[in-house]
């Protein structure tokens, strides 16, 4: 297994145990979303196939694994901004492991991304 695969791999992870906190604190009110949980599955279904999607073509060594690598690198880095940045609020995502979650996410996300544009450069 490549270094990228085990970064895609760890970021995808830290990216879906954010979203299991995220319906935990009912992020789409939040976010000010017009749905509730039922709505807020069914939105993360297409990005689950693409985090699975994406390792297949990241072990690929494809253009399509480089380009999802890099859309989901960067979205390691969302969480940090939309709830350390943006909508700060207390008592939601201030935990011990919400910390732990978000910012580790920065981190694999950035590799993740970095090591993704290779494949173009």
Do not use: C
């Amino acid at each position: 297994m490549s270094v990228i695969a085990i970064f895609y791999i760890l970021n995808a992870t830290l990216l879906l145990l954010h979203e299991i906190e995220s319906a935990y604190e009912n992020e789409w009110e939040l976010l000010k979303l017009p749905v509730k949980i039922t709505g807020f599955l069914v939105l993360h279904v297409p990005i689950i196939i693409m985090l699975f999607y994406g390792l297949l073509e990241i072990e690929r060594q494809t253009a399509a694994g480089s380009i999802i690598g890099i859309i989901s690198g960067i979205g390691g880095l969302i969480p940090f901004l939309v709830h350390k940045v943006v909508l700060r609020r207390k008592g939601h995502f201030d935990k011990p492991v919400s910390n732990v979650l978000i910012y580790s996410n920065i981190v694999a996300g950035a590799v993740t991304a970095v090591l993704s544009m290779r494949f173009f450069l």
